[in-house]
């Protein structure tokens, strides 16, 4: 794999890389790579993201596997009576308003079992490290245990749990391609 010459390239962390085969393209958002790999066209790419970058161009990057842009992930914070659910749903909807989120989610108060209930935050599995960040960064706490990963948001589904409350939050930020936007932006080497 061959990358171009990077100026500014600590603006790229966080960003991905995708390998063409051909060509690479630096600075893709994970909804993009998602976008990509719907298409039969890219099924071969492989897909990289960088985790630093350094003012001289240097970059850190790890491979991403492709299953990961199909998958949700989330994290879920447990209560054993309503009044606590219902304040740690309200908390953590309150987040967005104050920070804005990573990507698009959706916040789900349920009820798992009698006196057993879970708020839930269900995201792209892309954005696992971002959206641990962006937690931490509301503050926001909870009292009980919690959970977080894909095989738990699996697990949740299969549960079939009574949903109380839902609402969903964006990211209105994004500048991602979409369409033959995209497809023109793959051809470059850098995106961004």
């Known amino acids: ?8 390239a600590p603006r790229y962390a966080g960003l991905y890389i995708v390998d063409f085969g051909d060509h690479c393209g630096v600075g893709f958002l994970a909804e993009e790579v998602a976008e990509l790999l719907e298409s039969e066209r890219f099924r071969h790419i492989t897909v990289y993201k ?34 606590t659910a219902r304040a740690d749903f309200a908390r953590l909807a309150e987040c967005p308003r104050r920070l804005e989120p990573p990507s698009r989610a959706k916040i789900q108060l349920a009820e798992l079992a009698p006196r057993q209930y879970a708020t839930a935050l269900i995201y792209p599995a892309e954005y696992d490290a971002e959206f641990s960040r962006w937690l ?9 245990p919690a959970a977080g990963g894909v095989s738990v948001v699996e697990q949740y589904y299969r549960q079939k749990p009574a949903i109380l409350e839902s609402t969903q939050i964006f990211n209105s930020t994004s500048a991602a391609f979409h369409g033959e936007n995209l ?7 850098m995106v961004r």
């Open 50 to 83: 960088i985790y630093n970058a350094y003012p001289d161009g240097t970059l850190e990057i790890i491979g991403v596997r492709k299953e990961i842009f199909q998958q949700e992930s989330g994290m879920f914070f447990y209560a054993f009576d309503e009044e």
């Open 183 to 189: 497809l023109e932006a793959a051809k470059k080497a």
């Open 136 to 144: 931490l960064d509301c503050r926001y706490r909870t009292e009980g």
């Open 1 to 8: 794999m061959k990358l171009p010459k990077i100026e500014n």
